[in-house]
């Protein structure tokens, strides 16, 4: 069974926070549902009695990402009873979109480099935006981090989350630059 297709809105990405531990079930719902989704996992161990156990394990808790129409979205929460809580923009007041370039893009970081997150909160110096040029994160935007020695790009979702990876500069493609 899937959630009918209101043609009227248009498909967008939404974060949406759920309870700790619930994350893959909450995949399996939205699968189920036909609803695409990403949640960033990673092989993981836990010890149950004294056994060391490999387990798939979220990377980011508490948090999924689906895409759906708002009104789609908004059911899945309220008329399907799939415990889900949209984050909110602070500027509009309304359900988070992610765009759909941020969208992918931070996907292909996570899937790159699974330990390439860090809160959002984390305190960045403002830098260049910048394109990656080669290699296998072709086509990423992202804003550039140096460190003494390393070359980091950073993609954001909104105020929520970052990714970041390091990239030689030679892959890099000046975008615009930031004005302090």
Request: glycine fraction near 6%; charge should be positive; include cysteine.
């Amino acid at each position: 069974m899937t959630i009918e297709d209101n043609s009227s809105e248009k498909l967008c990405w939404f974060a949406a926070r759920t309870r700790n531990g619930q994350e893959l079930s909450i995949r399996k719902t939205l699968s189920e549902l036909g609803i695409e989704h990403f949640i960033p996992t990673k092989d993981g161990y836990r010890e149950y009695n004294g056994k060391r156990i490999s387990r798939e394990m979220p990377l980011i808790p508490c948090l999924v990402f689906l895409r759906a129409t708002k009104a789609d979205a908004c059911a899945l929460a309220n008329g399907r009873g799939v415990p889900v809580w949209y984050v909110i923009d602070r500027s509009t007041r309304s359900m988070l979109v992610v765009p759909d370039k941020q969208m992918e893009d931070f996907r292909r970081v996570v899937d790159a480099v699974p330990d390439a997150l860090c809160p959002a909160d984390t305190h960045f110096t403002p830098g260049d935006r910048v394109e990656v040029v080669k290699g296998g994160l072709k086509g990423i935007e992202g804003e550039i981090i140096q460190e003494p020695t390393r070359t980091y790009v950073v993609v954001s979702l909104g105020n929520l989350l970052c990714a970041k990876v390091k990239i030689p500069k030679s892959y890099l493609k000046l975008v615009q630059t930031t004005k302090l």
